[in-house]
């Protein structure tokens, strides 16, 4: 992967496509939250009117418990984007690797809960809107975009890394070491 954007990509190198990443990520929680608080209050309106039946009562009231975890998990999307910024900053390739690993996850759990949201919706013969299913779509297509200058940049840091360390061992060798003398050799008229 690093020799594809050793030089960059789209104009930018692995190191600001990664700052772009994470202020394009910060971007996309904020518009997801304002989007969830619509689609919330949506769902919730919809809900209201087929709460009638009693026992079916536990079964609205997970949707919205739904609703609110996703808000959980931008929260914490948005502290560990500010997270990676500060890993460019510091040059912190392991902290670039808890980024990846964490959209991952992210993106998993989101893709358990717009599905069981769907299940449970459908079971009241509503759906999750359209506009929801194209929006994670969006995002997930533009998480891959921005994963690859990530990767490069957390592999670019972990090759200075490599660089570094080698460097700093063979000083330590060459400095541990007692310097090597020549044996003293006469001049060869001296010796007659």
């Given at each position: 992967?690093?020799?594809?954007?050793?030089?960059?990509?789209?104009?930018?190198?692995?190191?600001?496509?990664?700052?772009?990443?994470?202020?394009?990520?910060?971007?996309?929680?904020?518009?997801?939250?304002?989007?969830?608080?619509?689609?919330?209050?949506?769902?919730?309106?919809?809900?209201?009117?087929?709460?009638?039946?009693?026992?079916?009562?536990?079964?609205?009231?997970?949707?919205?418990?739904?609703?609110?975890?996703?808000?959980?998990?931008?929260?914490?999307?948005?502290?560990?984007?500010?997270?990676?910024?500060?890993?460019?900053?510091?040059?912190?390739?392991?902290?670039l690797l808890m980024y990846?690993?964490w959209i991952f996850i992210?993106?998993?759990?989101?893709?358990?809960?717009?599905?069981?949201?769907?299940?449970?919706?459908?079971?009241?013969?509503?759906?999750?809107?359209?506009?929801?299913?194209?929006?994670?779509?969006?995002?997930?297509?533009?998480?891959?975009?921005?994963?690859?200058?990530?990767?490069?940049?957390?592999?670019?840091?972990?090759?200075?890394?490599?660089?570094?360390?080698?460097?700093?061992?063979?000083?330590?060798?060459?400095?541990?070491?007692?310097?090597?003398?020549?044996?003293?050799?006469g001049h060869p008229l001296?010796?007659?």
């Open positions: 992967m690093r020799s594809y954007f050793a030089t960059g990509c789209c104009g930018m190198n692995p190191r600001t496509g990664s700052q772009m990443a994470g202020i394009y990520m910060i971007i996309v929680c904020f518009m997801q939250m304002v989007f969830n608080r619509g689609n919330f209050r949506d769902a919730r309106q919809r809900l209201h009117h087929i709460s009638e039946h009693k026992e079916e009562k536990w079964m609205t009231s997970l949707i919205p418990s739904l609703y609110y975890f996703i808000y959980f998990l931008l929260t914490i999307a948005i502290f560990m984007c500010c997270f990676l910024l500060l890993s460019i900053y510091r040059q912190s390739y392991r902290g990846i690993g992210y993106e998993t759990i989101n893709t358990v809960l717009l599905t069981v949201t769907e299940a449970h919706m459908q079971m009241h013969d509503l759906h999750v809107r359209s506009i929801e299913w194209f929006g994670y779509s969006v995002r997930l297509a533009l998480h891959c975009f921005w994963l690859t200058y990530i990767v490069s940049y957390a592999l670019e840091l972990v090759k200075i890394r490599r660089l570094n360390h080698l460097s700093r061992t063979r000083q330590k060798i060459f400095v541990g070491q007692k310097p090597r003398t020549l044996p003293s050799i001296e010796s007659r």
